[in-house]
Structures are given as structure tokens and as C-alpha cells.
């Protein structure tokens, strides 16, 4: 019967990277994060079927032969575009990025440091922002972290007539905050600290 119970309890576990990449999209390549990016937004949050291998092929046909997957805002607007997509570029400051995501999530986000790098803001929360990252997983990383990251450029992008998967939003919200919460409860009860 107990051996019953462990095997149980862990058929419902989930290993550590399958949880890191639940609500967002792995790259396959080292210079494929926009691309990666580009396709996490189309296929898992505005269910137009994408994966990086299809938009490479379809739409950096010369960069394939060189192994270079390296894209521009300028190449994501055009793929967007050509998938049905309207879509902008702008520099922000990180109040504006916070109405943005408040209203247009998720945004595609430019890294500058430590190098060139794209991801997905999906919400902010008390300074915390969540990015689901290609390289990274879903995480959520404090203001101060981001923005020490983050070139102040972002993509918005919205399919008319389509709608984005909030409910999987909020899924990555309470995955990766909840995750936060308990843990930072987990530790006040081990220093003697209750309240829950």
C-alpha cells in the first residue's frame, strides 16, 4: 500500500525543466531566442500554429546556410505581418512597459546585456516581472534585474480578429508567483515565523 501511495504521489510530479518551459518555448539554437520568442507568442498565446524550424525556413531562407537565426524587430515585424499580425516597435521606460503589459501582454522584450536577446514580458506584479524567456524558462525577475537587462525596446503585436490566451497568462501567474509565495512561506515557518 505505501509503495502503492509513492508511486502515486510521483506520477503527478513534473521534472524541474519540463516546469521551467510549461509557459514558454525552449530554442533549439544559439541565435534562435527571437525567433523562439516570435513562435512562443503565435502558437502557445494566440494559437497560430509556429515553431522556430518553420519560421527560420519560411522566412530566413539565406540565414539557415550561414547558421546565423539572428533576427531584428525589423524581421519579427515583417514575419508578424506576413502570419496576419499587426504589430509596432517602440522604446519605453519601465512605467510605460508596465501599462503595455497591463494592456497588450505578453510583449516581446530586446535584451542588450550581457548581449543581444529576446523574450516575453507576460505580467508585472510589485516590481516582479515575468518573462518567459527561450533561454531561461518562465521566470520572474525583479525590476531592478530586468531592467538591468532589458535595451528599453519592446514589439507589440496583436492578430485582429483573434484573441490572446489570457487564462494561460494567468496559469504562468500563478505557477511561477505561487511557486515564489510558498517558498517564501516555506522559510518563514522553518525560522518560526507563522501566519498561514
Avoid at 19 to 29: C, D, I, M, P, V
Avoid at 90 to 99: A, C, P, R, S, T
Avoid at 155 to 177: C, F, H, Q, T, Y
Wanted: proline fraction near 3%; charged fraction near 20%.
Amino acid at each position: 500500500m505505501r509503495l502503492f501511495l509513492l508511486l502515486l504521489l510521483f506520477s503527478e510530479t513534473v521534472d524541474r525543466e519540463s516546469l521551467r518551459f510549461a509557459y514558454s518555448t525552449e530554442q533549439g539554437f544559439d541565435t534562435s531566442c527571437g525567433l523562439t520568442a516570435l513562435s512562443c507568442l503565435m502558437d502557445r498565446y494566440w494559437g497560430v500554429p509556429s515553431d522556430e524550424v518553420s519560421l527560420a525556413r519560411d522566412f530566413l531562407a539565406e540565414k539557415i546556410v550561414g547558421g546565423d537565426l539572428t533576427v531584428s524587430f525589423a524581421d519579427m515585424a515583417a514575419i508578424l505581418k506576413a502570419k496576419g499580425f499587426s504589430c509596432k516597435a517602440y522604446q519605453m521606460n519601465f512605467g510605460q512597459l508596465e501599462k503595455a503589459v497591463a494592456r497588450y501582454a505578453p510583449v516581446i522584450v530586446h535584451y542588450d546585456r550581457p548581449e543581444g536577446h529576446f523574450a516575453l514580458v507576460l505580467a508585472i506584479r510589485d516590481g516582479s516581472v515575468l518573462t518567459a524567456d527561450p533561454a531561461e524558462g518562465t521566470i520572474s525577475r525583479e525590476q531592478a534585474a530586468f531592467e538591468s537587462l532589458w535595451s528599453g525596446n519592446v514589439m507589440l503585436a496583436a492578430l485582429p480578429g483573434g484573441a490572446v490566451d489570457l487564462e494561460l497568462i494567468e496559469e504562468a501567474k500563478r505557477s511561477v508567483w505561487g511557486r515564489g509565495e510558498l517558498l517564501e512561506r516555506a522559510a518563514l515557518a522553518g525560522a518560526g515565523v507563522t501566519g498561514w
